[in-house]
T-cell receptor, first 112, second 111 residues
């Protein structure tokens, strides 16, 4: 069974731009969570979607948003990029809320 | 969600057994303990999960005492490729999809 896939793997943007990252969960997984990882703050939870509904949200500004499609694929969007948004963005999926999360390889975003 | 405390770093040598202990004094009755491994610029990889006593898989063992206030991840005969950051997390039903990561333990395996 294929693992979690994320596209693109690497991305360079400039301040003020917006970006959309994509995540395809493991087949059959309906819960998708997003995390941001930076050297200073470590791994932080952004939000989680289950059956196209956002169920949990971390402590991030409204510039960070996401959505989930009927096939469980998810996208996250960051608008008005700031230098501090440079990070590894990770997506994880699970079969239900109670199950183990499996992570994708991440998207490395660099904001210049 | 229960907070975890684990050593910031550990050093070992190839072929040795490594034990990483994690404290979770406020673990709730329905919390499970999960360990992840992460290599630089990669997503965390699930290693093992348990509720109580001992769990073993092809990669590691997880020891959980009766009071469940701590757990120990045991890696048998480590190799250079086991050099990574190891995260201990506790989460319960409804919380698995909102994992709270600590700083993790940076394990360095030397030849």
């Amino acid at each position: 069974k294929a693992g979690v896939t994320q596209t693109p793997r690497y991305l360079i943007k400039t301040r003020g731009q917006q970006v959309t990252l994509s995540c395809s969960p493991i087949s059959g997984h309906r819960s998708v969570s997003w995390y941001q990882q930076t050297p200073g703050q470590g791994l932080q939870f952004l939000f989680e979607y289950f059956s196209e509904t956002q169920r949990n949200k971390g402590n991030f500004p409204g510039r960070f948003s996401g959505r989930q499609f009927s096939n469980s694929r998810s996208e996250m969007n960051v608008s008005t990029l700031e230098l501090g948004d440079s990070a590894l963005y990770l997506c994880a999926s699970s079969t239900r809320q109670e199950e183990t999360q499996y992570f994708g390889p991440g998207t490395r975003l660099l904001v210049l | 969600l229960a907070k975890t405390t684990q050593p910031i770093s550990m050093d070992s040598y190839e072929g040795q057994e490594v034990n990483i202990t994690c404290s979770h004094n406020n673990i709730a009755t329905n919390d499970y303990i999960t360990w992840y491994q992460q290599f630089p610029s990669q997503g965390p990889r699930f290693i093992i999960q348990g509720y109580k006593t001992k769990v073993t898989n092809e990669v590691a063992s997880l020891f959980i005492p009766a009071d469940r206030k701590s757990s120990t991840l045991s890696l048998p005969r480590v190799s250079l490729s086991d050099t990574a950051v190891y995260y201990c997390l506790v989460a319960s039903s409804g919380g698995y999809n909102k994992l709270i990561f600590g700083a993790g333990t940076r394990l360095a395996v030397h030849p």
